[in-house]
Nanobody, 121 residues
Framework: QVQLVESGGGLVQAGGSVSLSCAVS????????MAWYRQAPGKQRELVAS???????HYADSVKGRFAISRDNGKNTVWLQMNSLQPEDTAVYYC???????????????WGQGTQVTVSS
């Protein structure tokens, strides 16, 4: 069964940095787009950053210049480096991937379990 296993997160002071990682724990055919979303209390889940199989990133305006997404296709892993963190970055961060799990299977969407990032002022 395909699982997205996240690690990282925690409590950090404003201006600090945190790195998140997400590994796909299953032998799969292809991982297409990967992304990080976040959801703050009382707010809708929003896209933070995404990256194509070829490595082209896309960022939400609110994190441009502060966050960096990267991936290693050989390791089926995506990372999110978060710098200059602010209290408004506090949220549960979710890993997301579009995956073809087996030969001839359709592409499906998968989510990680979420990891808390709390930025104190």
């Amino acid at each position: 069964q395909v699982q997205l296993v996240e690690s990282g997160g925690g409590l950090v002071q404003a201006g600090g940095s945190v790195s998140l990682s997400c590994a796909v724990s299953f032998n799969i055919v292809t991982i297409n787009d990967m992304a990080w979303y976040r959801q703050a209390p009382g707010k809708q889940r929003e896209l933070v950053a995404s990256i194509t199989w070829g490595g082209t990133p896309h960022y939400a305006d609110s994190v441009k210049g502060r966050f960096a997404i990267s991936r290693d296709n050989g390791k089926n892993t995506v990372w999110l480096q978060m710098n200059s963190l602010q209290p408004e970055d506090t949220a549960v961060y979710y890993c997301f991937a579009r995956i073809v799990p087996r030969t001839f299977a359709p592409e499906s969407e998968y989510w990680g379990q979420g990891t808390q990032v709390t930025v104190s002022s």
